[in-house]
Nanobody, 126 residues
Framework: QVQLVESGGGLVQAGGSLRLSCAASGRTFSSYAMGWFRQAPGKEREFVAGISWSGTSTHYIDSVKGRFTISRDNAKNTVLLQMNSLKPEDTAVYYC???????????????????WGQGTPVTVSS
């Protein structure tokens, strides 16, 4: 069992930065691939970034490449999403998710993730 709690969301002007944090409980955190997803009002939830259990492999959607960075600290049971050069279209509720045994080719699929946080809202004003 893994419990996830996100923090760090808020209101920021376009061009600004935010750092989202996901704190995980459970001794097997290091065994899980982790992902960040987001859902904007009226839209489907979409994959944003993912990181392998070891932290050696990361994946991003094209729209955030070069602006967002996902990282993890298995000793602290934490996953971070550093978001720079934010745009109004990044406005959404951001969710942290954990999945066991996810192969890298499937890391973008929300169906691969077993545990989800409650979400943290991010609003980027123009």
């Amino acid at each position: 069992q893994v419990q996830l709690v996100e923090s760090g969301g808020g209101l920021v002007q376009a061009g600004g930065s935010l750092r989202l944090s996901c704190a995980a409980s459970g001794r097997t955190f290091s065994s899980y691939a982790m992902g960040w997803f987001r859902q904007a009002p009226g839209k489907e939830r979409e994959f944003v970034a993912g990181i392998s259990w070891s932290g050696t492999s990361t994946h991003y959607i094209d729209s955030v490449k070069g602006r967002f960075t996902i990282s993890r600290d298995n000793a602290k049971n934490t996953v971070l999403l550093q978001m720079n050069s934010l745009k109004p279209e990044d406005t959404a509720v951001y969710y942290c998710a954990a999945g066991f045994g996810i192969i890298l080719s499937s890391i973008r699929s929300s169906r691969q993730y077993e545990y989800w946080g409650q979400g943290t809202p991010v609003t980027v004003s123009s």
